[in-house]
């Protein structure tokens, strides 16, 4: 026992003696092994960037099938004749709904908005219309709105891809909720107008008509703007009015999507590429950890 004890020992001070000869190396070995782990952590296969709680919204569950391209490039070529018309693009938008099978109704609003650059408020109306596409196996007690713009020329794509959705949609029968399509003149205080109407809420300086038709509880709001028909990106806006956020579930359902179907994704840090071998996707998170982390 005694020998094995004096052999343990003079390995010890073997050992280490060698790593106080060689501490200074050493430590800088390992603090260069440390910047590598830190360095190595934004990497897709070190981290989760994202999940989904909820299952029925996993996407990897269902057969992607929606791939009318020639649908949407048919309304978009229609959409493009009206120009500037926009009451006669809202009449044709009507017809459009009716003839896919939905329940199209309109609505007219009017809007005073606070005076910023002049002394007097500026006044603005506008109409908006929207189809409800009802879910044939629950009892219309929630919804899902798909919304787009249409004062903007720029949308042409956005509204062609709502209505070529909405065809789709209609030819499916296992909807458990409805679908509702809208469509708003005046941006934002169109929609807010509609909302308004539709949650029976009166906000002051917009006065709004009443709601021929209407649907269950709003479960969620996705607003489609397309301003052309090569996409490079998809940029993913998730802010609201007073800084409102959707259901993070929602948000990486689209960020999912956009990359099965290799379409790169912008959300705040600017275009994400989903090649995990992209030197921008390991840049980006590591510069806002290391530039970022400082700040409040």
């Known amino acids: 026992m005694k020998l094995a004890s004096l052999l343990e020992s003079k390995r010890s001070k073997k050992l280490a003696g060698f790593l106080i000869k060689r501490r200074k190396p050493l430590g800088i070995l390992l603090y260069l092994c440390g910047l590598v782990y830190l360095g190595m952590l934004p990497r897709d296969?070190?981290?989760r960037r994202s999940f989904v709680d909820e299952n029925a919204l996993m996407v990897g569950l269902v057969?992607?099938?929606?791939?009318?391209?020639?649908?949407?490039?048919?309304?978009?070529?229609?959409?493009?004749?009206?120009g500037v018309d926009q009451e006669g693009l809202m009449v044709w938008l009507e017809?459009?709904?009716?003839?896919?099978?939905?329940?199209?109704?309109?609505?007219?609003?009017?809007?005073?908005?606070?005076?910023?650059?002049g002394p007097q408020a500026a006044s603005v109306s506008g109409r908006s219309v929207y189809g409800v596409l009802r879910a044939g196996r629950a009892s219309s007690a929630e919804s899902l709105v798909f919304s787009a713009p249409s004062g903007e020329a720029a949308n042409t794509h956005g509204l062609a891809v709502m209505l070529s959705l909405a065809k789709y949609f209609k030819s499916k029968n296992y909807w458990a909720k409805d679908i509702i399509f809208?469509?708003?003149?005046?941006?934002?205080?169109?929609?807010?107008?509609?909302?308004?109407?539709?949650?029976?809420?009166?906000?002051?300086?917009?006065?709004?008509?009443?709601?021929?038709?209407?649907?269950?509880?709003?479960?969620?709001?996705?607003?489609?703007?397309?301003?052309?028909?090569?996409?490079?990106?998809?940029r993913i806006m998730i802010e609201g009015v007073n800084g409102i956020l959707p259901n993070l579930d929602l948000v990486h359902v689209l960020t999912h999507l956009s990359e099965m179907e290799g379409i790169p994704s912008a959300l705040h840090m600017g275009v994400r590429h989903h090649s995990s071998m992209n030197w921008l996707n390991f840049y980006r998170p590591l510069s806002l950890f290391c530039f970022s982390s400082g700040k409040v």
């Open 182 to 234: 809208l469509v708003t003149t005046g941006g934002e205080i169109g929609v807010q107008a509609w909302i308004n109407s539709y949650m029976g809420n009166a906000v002051k300086g917009i006065n709004a008509g009443p709601l021929p038709g209407r649907s269950g509880a709003i479960q969620a709001v996705i607003n489609l703007e397309i301003d052309s028909p090569k996409i490079e990106y998809a």
């Open 95 to 117: 017809a459009s709904f009716s003839r896919i099978g939905l329940e199209v109704y309109s609505q007219n609003y009017s809007a005073v908005l606070p005076a910023v650059a």
């Open 63 to 82: 057969r992607r099938e929606f791939r009318d391209s020639q649908s949407i490039s048919d309304y978009a070529e229609e959409l493009a004749d009206f």
């Open 45 to 47: 296969e070190f981290n």
